[in-house]
């Protein structure tokens, strides 16, 4: 039975940026808060935690025409859903790729259907930009939900801390780089999320003085990111071959003594790799 007021599922525009941080904000139950600074806020917990963030990070969804979906009781936004919608390698073979990249209902108002409704909306953009699955990559509190809208583990990879210290560096080409340089290529380290999710972070959707990019090149036959992740830690993400990841490891040496990153089971042993948890990713298959 639809909510009294509720209104359709509908894209967001800048002018729901308050609403949309009020949503994230309605799960922080930090008494000073409101007295942190916009850096410590970002570091908490990503751009939506301010309106100043929040208004940059939505501006980068739209001028790269990424789907970004609200929904309404009564005026008010009480669900917000980012899609990054792109072809990249998935399951070794090209595909037209919607990650479902952030979902949250206000706490208020969960219970009654909005987060089911816009994963709905989700799967119709979907099918409509001619996409062959949509992913996500579910908080464990959250994977029952998805497992009701018919999702399925298709992905499965290892969360693990590295020790750069037992890597020598190889020479690389200091570059940026485009995403038709690695949509090609399989992501074989840093998977947390769609591929596409880890270059658009990288490279476009930045915010000057929080997030850092310390490193990013070619090396061997593989394109790579070392960057600071918000927890302080050093992360790397790397595009081409796995048996280019010591050499990167070596290479992010100089900035960290440890690193998160994601990687397959084969490797966990290879590279002396620390398991912290298990990253699955879920999906539907669209066509």
Not at 51 to 80: D, K, R, W
Not at 92 to 118: E, P, S
Not at 143 to 148: E, H, I, M, P, S
């Amino acid at each position: 039975m639809p909510l009294q007021g509720y209104k359709m599922i509908r894209e967001a525009t800048l002018d729901d940026t308050m609403g949309i941080v009020k949503c994230h904000l309605s799960d922080v139950d930090i008494p000073e808060y409101p007295r942190l600074s916009v850096f410590d806020r970002y570091k908490y917990g990503g751009p939506w935690m301010s309106v100043e963030t929040c208004s940059i990070h939505l501006n980068y969804m739209f001028l790269h025409n990424q789907p970004v979906l609200v929904a309404e009781i009564g005026n008010e936004v009480v669900g917000e859903l980012e899609l990054l919608i792109e072809e990249e390698m998935f399951l070794k073979k090209l595909r037209k790729v919607c990650n479902a990249d952030v979902l949250i209902v206000h706490r208020d108002f969960r219970g009654k259907g909005i987060g089911k409704a816009l994963m709905q909306k989700a799967e119709e953009f979907a099918k409509a930009k001619g996409c062959d699955v949509i992913l996500v990559t579910p908080e464990d509190r959250s994977y029952g939900f998805y497992k009701r809208l018919g999702y399925k583990k298709l992905l499965e990879n290892y969360v693990v801390k590295i020790s750069t210290g037992n890597f020598d560096p190889e020479d690389a080409k200091l570059c940026s780089f485009s995403w038709e340089k690695v949509k090609r290529l399989e992501l074989v380290a840093g998977r947390f999320q769609s591929s596409y999710h880890h270059w658009f972070s990288s490279f476009v959707d930045l915010i000057a003085d929080i997030d850092k990019i310390l490193e990013a090149g070619r090396l061997g036959k593989s394109y790579y990111v070392i960057r600071e992740l918000p927890n302080g830690f050093g992360g790397i993400y790397v595009w081409g071959h796995e048996k280019d990841i010591p050499g990167i490891l070596g290479r992010a040496k100089k900035y960290f003594s440890e690193v998160i990153t994601a990687i397959s089971r084969d490797l966990i042993e290879e590279l002396e790799a620390e398991i912290l948890r298990r990253n699955i990713i879920l999906g539907k298959w669209i066509s």
